[in-house]
């Protein structure tokens, strides 16, 4: 945490180093150049071994000179691959970052940082968190990211892989207890019932988190959400008895709705005249039949209903 606020400190002081490109040469020339420089250094030297006097003297002094210049043009030879760029960094300070992939030549007395540019799956531990109902539960979520800045990702945090593990596991916290695991009913959004809204919150939460260290978060999402195993029978009883009381509302509102239907059919149809105790009847009779979770036994009724 101290790391990220101390990336968020110099992030809002506008110190943050942003990339820029670094000047190089073409690199096949350059190499070229430094094996004709080595040849020409070597050459020199067994010239300068025939001659003695002054005239070696001179000769090795220039025999020198030159493989040293051949060394330096070699020295400064990067190669740069594709899905990795180059930080050059000259005397301690930021001289800008190579992309174009291929042979390069900077400054031989420059430090080339390798940063991989490719994008990367991370997943976070399994965490533990209390929902904002106070249950506790298990999650953990994937992210998708890439160094979109390198010299943000080199020069405002220690280990950029550790950093956005950090805050992703900060993310996922802080996402996690500030929702239910599940609405009951209530409309309101949940871990569960808005899974899409969920994760589109925690890549905004994440993407504010990383941007200091110059990481594009490009898709997160939830591969574990239930509760804890102490509490996770009890809230499958509950959420069974919701579902059988939700079942045995919409039984009841059906079997209204067909009773209902029976008695305007029969009223309008003139079928039969009932009075206010045989409607009571009836709507007894149908609602056990329709309600009940066992077949009814039919009982022929032989004499009047008085």
């Not at 006097?53 to 691959?81: D, E, N, Q």
């Amino acid at each position: 945490m101290a790391q990220d606020l101390d990336a968020e400190s110099i992030w809002r002081s506008g110190q943050q180093v942003t990339e820029v490109p670094a000047r190089f040469l073409h690199g096949l020339r350059m190499l070229v150049l430094g094996i004709v420089a080595v040849l020409a250094g070597t050459a020199l030297a067994v010239v300068a071994a025939r001659y003695s006097g002054a005239a070696a003297l001179g000769l090795f002094l220039l025999c020198t000179l030159v493989l040293l210049a051949g060394v330096l043009v070699l020295r400064g030879l990067t190669a740069v691959v594709p899905g990795q760029a180059r930080v050059v960094q000259l005397f301690g300070g930021y001289r800008g970052t190579i992309r174009e992939p291929g042979l390069r030549w900077v400054n031989p007395f420059a430090v080339r940082i390798a940063v991989s540019t490719r994008i990367r799956n991370q997943e976070s531990a399994q965490l533990k968190v209390n929902d904002a109902d106070g249950n506790p539960i298990e999650i953990a979520a994937v992210v998708v990211w890439r160094i979109r800045d390198t010299a943000s990702a080199t020069y405002s945090v220690d280990d950029v892989t550790k950093f956005v593990t950090i805050q992703t596991e900060t993310a996922v916290r802080h996402i996690a207890s500030s929702y239910p695991y599940d609405s009951r009913g209530s409309g309101a959004m949940s871990l569960r019932d808005n899974a899409d809204e969920i994760t589109e919150r925690l890549s905004g939460e994440l993407t504010a988190r990383v941007r200091p260290a110059g990481v594009q978060i490009i898709e997160t999402r939830l591969t574990r959400l239930s509760y804890a195993p102490e509490i996770a029978q009890a809230m499958l009883r509950q959420q069974q008895a919701n579902a059988v009381v939700g079942a045995r509302q919409r039984i009841v509102e059906g079997a209204v709705g067909m009773v209902r239907l029976a008695l305007q059919r029969l009223a309008d149809e003139d079928v039969v005249d009932l009075d206010e105790e045989r409607k009571a009847a009836m709507v007894s009779n149908l609602l056990v039949v329709l309600c009940s979770e066992q077949a009814t036994q039919q009982v022929v009724n032989a004499g009047s209903l008085y």
